[in-house]
Nanobody, 114 residues
Framework: VQLQASGGGLVQAGESLRLSCAASGRTFSTYVMGWFRQAPGKERELVARIKSDDSTYYVLSVKGRFTISRDNAKNAVYLQMNSLKPEDTAVYYC?????????WGQGTLVTVSS
């Protein structure tokens, strides 16, 4: 599985961005898909994930602001980020796996200015 993330950029606090991750492979629908982020000087953290049954998980800091979704017909996963805050600034990565995060895309930088 190859993953290609896109959609990062520079926005002001309170604005929105939508990240996209395009995946190769015929078994995309079976994978758990996730978005991670890594801010400067911090460890990489799981932001959101969506399972094959569309059940979702969000880290507490983004609940109510971010929405993860997937389109199995397009082999894509999305992260809609609303009400962005400066502390959301990070490199965002998409990842895929079944029981472990086996596949990673390159990061896309999100910068939120105050």
């Amino acid at each position: 599985v190859q993953l290609q993330a896109s959609g990062g950029g520079l926005v002001q606090a309170g604005e929105s961005l939508r990240l996209s991750c395009a995946a190769s492979g015929r078994t995309f629908s079976t994978y758990v898909m996730g978005w991670f982020r890594q801010a400067p000087g911090k460890e990489r953290e799981l932001v959101a994930r969506i399972k094959s049954d569309d059940s979702t998980y969000y880290v507490l800091s983004v609940k109510g602001r971010f929405t993860i979704s997937r389109d199995n017909a397009k082999n894509a996963v999305y992260l809609q980020m609303n009400s962005l805050k400066p502390e959301d600034t990070a490199v965002y990565y998409c990842a895929a796996g079944i029981t472990n995060w086996d596949y990673w895309g390159q990061g896309t930088l999100v910068t939120v200015s105050s």
